[in-house]
Structures are given as C-alpha cells and as structure tokens.
Nanobody, 119 residues
C-alpha cells in the first residue's frame, strides 16, 4: 500500500528557507507526476508546484515562482520542495500528492506538514 510521508516543515522567519521532502513507500512512483499543494487557514487547498514523471517539466503557482523549486529523486522515491524567501502568506499545511500527469486529478495524498512563516 502506498504511503506518502512529508517532512521538513516548521517555523521560519520571513525571508528564511525550508526544504520539504515527501518520501513514498510501498509503491514505485517513477511513472507518476508528483505535486505539492498547500492549504492556508480558511482557504481552499491550492497547487503550489508539480514535476513530471521524468523531472524534465515543472510548473509553479504564480505566487511562488522564482522562490520555490521542486525536484525529485526517483532512486529514493522522493520529491522535494525547496522554499526560499518565505513570506507570511506562505503559511499553511503542505501536502504532497501523486498524479498520472500534472494536470490530472490527484490520486494519493500525504498527511501534510505545517509551515509557519512568522517573526
């Protein structure tokens, strides 16, 4: 059974950085796109970034372009989200997800990791 486990969240000051990881177990995700979503308090869950099966194509929400970077290591069955120049509005619960392709529906979710950007 597939399990997605996020790590790397925490409290960081504005302008700081965090690196999120999402490790998959129980199933190889080589042939799946991998995404990161976030949900702020009182708001809907939104797509932050997605990376294609090969890693050759990535996309980002406009609000994080130039600050966040997604990558994957298929040998480790893991996807990463490097978050730089963090802002208070980046606060929320971050979830990793699997898709057949980035524009397709989410097939599996992780349990989420809290990111809080505050001074």
């Amino acid at each position: 059974q597939l399990q997605l486990v996020e790590s790397g969240g925490g409290l960081v000051q504005p302008g700081g950085s965090l690196r999120l990881s999402c490790a998959a177990s129980g199933f190889s995700l080589d042939h799946y796109a991998r995404g990161w979503f976030r949900q702020a308090p009182g708001k809907e869950r939104e797509l932050v970034s997605c990376i294609s099966r090969s890693g050759g194509s990535t996309n980002y929400a406009n609000s994080v372009k130039g600050r966040f970077s997604i990558s994957r290591d298929n040998a480790k069955n893991t996807v990463y989200l490097q978050m730089n120049s963090l802002k208070p509005e980046d606060t929320g619960v971050y979830y990793c997800a699997t898709h057949l392709y980035c524009s397709g529906p989410v097939q599996s979710w992780g349990q989420g990791t809290q990111v809080t950007v505050s001074s």
